[in-house]
């Protein structure tokens, strides 16, 4: 059964971080991309991070300078590093994972920088 497990959103202040975290089961074969997407209230679903096998990082320009994603791919997980984070970046944030048989998406975690 394919899953995604995704944890680390909650509340921070402005200038605070956080890290995200989504592991793909193992039923996910030959991953080759993996990211973070974000929609924020009244907002389309946009692309944050991806790391992939042929491209190597992108980053919105948001959020570069700012987010690192990385990837375990040894444990099937990649990573979203958040520092200095503002307002802006207020957004429910999803990950994303491109198998063999397709795309994958998580349920979602909040993130909400409020002070």
């Known amino acids: 059964q394919v899953q995604l497990v995704e944890s680390g959103g909650g509340l921070v202040q402005p200038g605070g971080s956080l890290r995200l975290s989504c592991a793909a089961s193992?039923?996910?074969?030959?991953?080759?991309?993996m990211g973070w997407y974000r929609q924020a209230p009244g907002n389309q679903r946009e692309m944050v991070a991806t790391?992939?096998?042929?491209?190597?990082?992108t980053y919105a320009d948001s959020v570069k300078g700012r987010f690192t994603i990385s990837r375990d791919n040894a444990k099937n997980t990649v990573y979203l590093q958040m520092n200095s984070l503002n307002s802006e970046d207020t957004a429910v944030y999803y990950c994303y994972v491109l198998g063999r048989t397709g795309g994958y998406w998580g349920q979602g975690t909040q993130v909400t920088v409020s002070s």
């Open positions: 193992r039923s996910i074969f030959s991953i080759s991309v």
């Open positions: 790391v992939s096998d042929f491209s190597g990082t």
